[in-house]
């Protein structure tokens, strides 16, 4: 069965910066499509960032523009999202997706529906 396993969550200041990994068991990483997802307390998950498959194009939710960098590695099966500059409002538990499905080698996928495989989520606590 295929896992993902978030890391590099913690504890942080503003200003700060975290890198988060995902890493995949079980099945490879390099035909899908990826993404970056969070959740903060009595809120909906969102949207934070997706690459494609090659990782030649990237899109980013407006509030994380700028600050954060998606990535991946397909020769160690794993995604990175690099945060910097962080906010208190980026406090939240981070979520890593696959799309393991069809993927278009363009196409940007930003609705947490378009992703099959979830990981359990790496905590993300920005302090003010």
């Known amino acids: 069965q295929v896992q993902l396993v978030e890391s590099g969550g913690g504890l942080v200041q503003a200003g700060g910066s975290l890198r988060l990994s995902c890493a995949a068991v079980g099945r490879t990483l390099s035909s899908s499509a990826m993404g970056w997802f969070r959740q903060a307390p009595g809120k909906e998950r969102e949207f934070v960032a997706t690459l494609t498959r090659s990782g030649d194009y990237t899109y980013y939710a407006d509030s994380v523009k700028g600050r954060f960098t998606i990535s991946r590695d397909n020769a160690k099966n794993t995604v990175f999202l690099q945060m910097n500059s962080l906010k208190f409002e980026d406090t939240a538990v981070y979520y890593c997706?696959?799309?393991?499905?069809?993927?278009?080698?363009?196409?940007?996928?930003?609705?947490?529906?378009?992703?099959?495989?979830w990981g359990q989520g790496t905590q993300v606590t920005v302090s003010s």
């Open positions: 997706a696959q799309r393991a499905g069809y993927v278009s080698g363009t196409y940007l996928y930003r609705r947490p529906n378009e992703y099959d495989v």
